[in-house]
């Protein structure tokens, strides 16, 4: 196993604080189908316009981290010709605003010249290719990187649901497009780390949490609690023949040298992320397989950051968290509950060394792209940050009462 550590010297995950830090959603999914529209969180909410005034919102926030992402599918329009000329200008303000960026290098989404998307043969070649292109052309201004943002969900949406390109269904798809998605993340680090031997990698997983027997598509409980491990199972070299889920992913088209491949080149994230949201989490699954959200609080908190600590060892980071709700006291509730577990967990000696609100702002909910409703229909109110639409059609950034508390916490 392969491990690309960052430098000796302010590496900001050993100093032994609490890294505070707000998040861009930043979810793009180009591709337009027959009932199916583009879904570009960044032109959704404006940011390609308002993006000065969002980073100065962020920085504001009293927030010394931020998760944003690059579109690839805008940065490398053509395939091997990249354009930098709007990210030159983010990452220098980035650095005027005294953000360190850990960049999702890919959230969702992939470029439309790539035609199959992550079927392509090409996919880890060419997503490392341009990881290492941005990672080479902002040498200790861009440092910190995330090779893939919630790779099981990437999974399910792409390859078990058929809603993302490229549109599989079942297992059979869910675990194709894993394993693509695994070789892409360890191709990934490995070309940055080539660029940029300092970098540090911060891996994002979705905290998937499950009340009573039952797991998604028809896992046990138990099967269900290795599940969610498997991407990082796979990228850090753990699935070999005595995994529990080994024969799951041979059964469902695997293939035995990709599982071996992924062995030999394993790496090791520096920072292992999880998100956690309290209202949807967790998800209680009844007889006929279908998923209901259940409220959990700093409970799920607590046992998702102890699992993935038990499991990997690895300093953890709450990479997204936030909650979807108009009432504004809910979130300032949430802001505390988060700060006040996270603080009594640290005390416990569990090393949390970030905690993210994300998103900073409302988002557009992924329902966007299968419907037909105007956009505002499914504004969801994630935010510290409010979006209200003025008479002439603009997105104005209206900062909550959530949005005062939680700099008031992070700077106390």
């Given at each position: 196993m392969t491990s690309t550590p960052g430098p000796t010297t302010n590496r900001w995950f050993q100093d032994g604080a609490l890294h505070h830090g707000v998040g861009i959603e930043d979810t793009f999914i180009p591709q337009e189908a027959p009932g199916r529209r583009p879904l570009d969180e960044y032109e959704l909410t404006q940011h390609y316009e308002s993006w000065r005034a969002d980073l100065e919102l962020a920085a504001a926030?009293?927030?010394?981290?931020?998760?944003w992402g690059v579109p690839w599918y805008r940065v490398e329009p053509v395939e091997g010709e990249f354009d930098f000329g709007w990210l030159d200008e983010v990452v220098a303000h980035l650095q005027h605003l005294g953000l360190r960026c850990v960049v999702d290098l890919m959230h969702y989404g992939t470029p439309l010249w790539l035609t199959e998307s992550f079927l392509d043969p090409r996919y880890p070649e060419l997503v490392a290719r341009y990881a290492a292109t941005v990672a080479a052309r902002y040498p200790g201004q861009l440092t910190d990187f995330t090779p893939l943002n919630e790779p099981m969900v990437n999974a399910q949406w792409c390859g078990r649901d058929g809603r993302w390109p490229p549109y599989l269904t079942g297992d059979t798809g869910l675990v194709t497009v894993l394993v693509r998605l695994a070789l892409g993340m360890v191709a990934t680090q490995r070309a940055v780390a080539r660029v940029q031997p300092d970098a540090t990698f911060v891996h994002v997983d979705a905290g998937f949490r499950w009340e009573g027997p039952l797991g998604p598509g028809g896992l046990t409980r138990e099967q269900a609690d290795e599940w969610r491990f498997l991407p990082v199972d796979l990228i850090t070299g753990r699935v070999d023949d005595a995994h529990p889920l080994a024969g799951y992913l041979l059964a469902h088209g695997a293939r035995p040298a990709d599982l071996a491949a992924l062995r030999r080149d394993a790496v090791l994230p520096d920072v292992m992320g999880v998100?956690?949201?309290?209202?949807f989490s967790t998800m209680q699954v009844d007889v006929d397989g279908h998923e209901h959200p259940v409220?959990?609080?700093?409970?799920?908190l607590r046992e998702l950051l102890h699992a993935?600590?038990?499991?990997?060892?690895?300093?953890?980071?709450?990479?997204e968290t936030s909650r979807s709700t108009t009432e504004?006291?809910?979130k300032v509730q949430w802001v505390d509950d988060l700060l006040g577990t996270l603080a009594e967990l640290r005390a416990d000696g569990l090393p949390v060394v970030g905690v993210f609100w994300f998103p900073m702002m409302d988002l557009y909910d992924w329902s966007y792209r299968d419907g037909d409703e105007p956009a505002d229909a499914y504004l969801k109110p994630f935010g510290l940050v409010d979006l209200v639409r003025d008479d002439a059609g603009a997105l104005q950034r209206v900062p909550n009462a959530a949005f005062e508390h939680w700099r008031s916490r992070v700077t106390g």
């Open positions: 926030s009293g927030a010394t981290l931020i998760r998100n956690y949201y309290p209202g409220e959990s609080g700093t409970e799920g993935y600590h038990d499991r990997y060892g690895l300093p953890l980071a709450v990479t504004v006291a809910e």
